[in-house]
């Protein structure tokens, strides 16, 4: 059971990527025929064509391999200075340019004139080239809302779910408490698991984020807890003392890797439950996300050095380690495959895809090409070009001869393949694993 469980798990994820590649090409098709540009290919995949079917000027289809997908656009590139759309150079770099703008206009017919890409105004291909990336963020938008406000999310509860008998630092192995240990200030003051935290030192408790934050700032102080127990409430005291404690970043989660940091102590673990979200919470915590994305993904590079280390020494992976399609399928699988609520395995899986989803967003907005964002930043060049020259009454420079940046996207989608193929080895040989 547990095998058919994980299979339909990985089904279940790919299943809701191609939805996502297909949502993210339509973005581009629907802005493309909006503006009158002809698409000749419309496809999610790559590789052989499994399945097509034209309808109009258009052919739509699956490709064998579900890691992308694309729309085909007629005259992504201008023509050269001389109006050529032909290779005319031997030079690699220069065969790199020629052969993108060839294959850009290699399916021109009679009338096309008109509907080429580059032709349109620059705030058209900007439209164009970030719709795409803009249907993943509202996929994601949509699927974040149905976790947070719907299923709900797993939080830590201002509930003592157990309690410390004596003073243990982090750094300690073990939690066992000597002969002459230091009793916890928790069990000192008499809690027990079960107490509701009210308030703590005057201040009315609302989250466990927000008490853990009050314990640490308290050291050295004596403070009144007010406690519900049994339908009462009980006001205990405690003498916060000092320990040593894992460092937590602005959202209350331990830092990976930093060393521990001398804090209030009070001694107890929280009880942890599932809590549906209020919109204005769901907004916040989606902002959150978005802004631990973007630090995620400038971070990517310094993450190199470990994810070559799992592959070649086998270096355990850490949790905040790169994961690629198909080691997000396996957690997928392996979350379907435990024994929690089915709601809590949907739940885990629309949230995954959400997150794929943002990410997607993230990536395709590098200002680099073959990215959409490498295509934006050359239309916003070019619109800031001519409204420059227009303002100094210049001559019009004409388009932004994207083409001749192919050398440098050529580099990028290089460095691209190396680093998924380097993702795809460690998820396959030493993935990250779940708990």
């Not at 201008?78 to 790199?96: E, H, L, N, Q, Y």
């Not at 630092?169 to 073990?174: D, E, G, N, V, W």
């Amino acid at each position: 059971m547990t095998a058919v469980m994980t299979v339909l798990g990985i089904v279940v994820f790919f299943v809701g990527l191609l939805f996502s590649i297909a949502w993210h090409e339509l973005g581009h098709l629907s802005t493309a025929k909006l503006f009158k540009i002809r698409v000749p290919q419309y496809m999610v995949g790559f590789g052989p064509t499994v399945w097509s079917r034209k309808k109009g000027e258009t052919e739509y289809g699956f490709k064998a391999i579900p890691l992308g997908g694309y729309i085909r656009m007629i005259g992504m590139f201008p023509p050269g200075a001389d109006g050529k759309i032909t290779k005319r150079s031997s030079s690699p770099w220069r065969s790199m340019i020629e052969d993108a703008r060839e294959a850009s206009y290699e399916e021109l017919q009679p009338g096309d004139e008109n509907r080429l890409f580059y032709t349109r105004k620059p705030w058209q291909r900007v439209i164009v080239m970030f719709a795409g990336p803009f249907m993943n963020l509202i996929l994601a938008f949509a699927l974040f809302l149905v976790t947070m406000m719907g299923f709900g999310v797993p939080k830590s509860l201002p509930i003592v779910g157990s309690v410390s008998q004596c003073v243990v630092p982090a750094t300690q192995a073990s939690d066992t408490c000597a002969k002459d240990a230091t009793p916890s200030p928790a069990a000192a003051a008499g809690l027990k698991a079960g107490d509701s935290i009210v308030s703590f030192n005057g201040d009315a408790i609302h989250s466990y984020q927000q008490l853990s934050s009050d314990i640490r700032d308290s050291y050295g102080k004596s403070v009144p807890i007010v406690v519900k127990r049994g339908g009462q409430q009980l006001t205990l005291t405690a003498q916060i003392t000092q320990n040593q404690l894992a460092k937590l970043d602005k959202y209350g989660d331990p830092v990976p890797g930093a060393k521990p940091v001398t804090a209030g102590f009070l001694g107890i673990s929280p009880t942890s439950g599932v809590v549906q979200l209020g919109f204005g919470e769901s907004l916040s915590k989606m902002s959150d996300m978005a802004d631990t994305g973007i630090h995620s993904l400038v971070a990517l590079p310094g993450k190199i050095p470990a994810l070559w280390d799992s592959v070649v020494k086998g270096t355990p992976r850490q949790a905040d380690s790169p994961v690629g399609m198909v080691g997000a399928a396996r957690v997928g699988g392996e979350v379907f495959a435990l024994h929690m609520p089915a709601s809590q395995r949907i739940a885990f899986m629309v949230n995954l895809l959400a997150g794929i989803n943002l990410s997607l967003f993230l990536f395709n907005m590098l200002p680099l090409l073959p990215l959409d964002g490498g295509h934006v930043a050359g239309a916003l060049w070019e619109s800031i070009r001519r409204q420059t020259a227009k303002l100094f009454r210049r001559p019009d420079p004409g388009p932004f001869d994207v083409a001749k940046l192919m050398p440098l996207a050529y580099v990028v989608a290089s460095i691209f393949v190396g680093f998924t193929l380097l993702v795809l080895i460690a998820d396959v040989i030493n993935p990250v694993k779940i708990s």
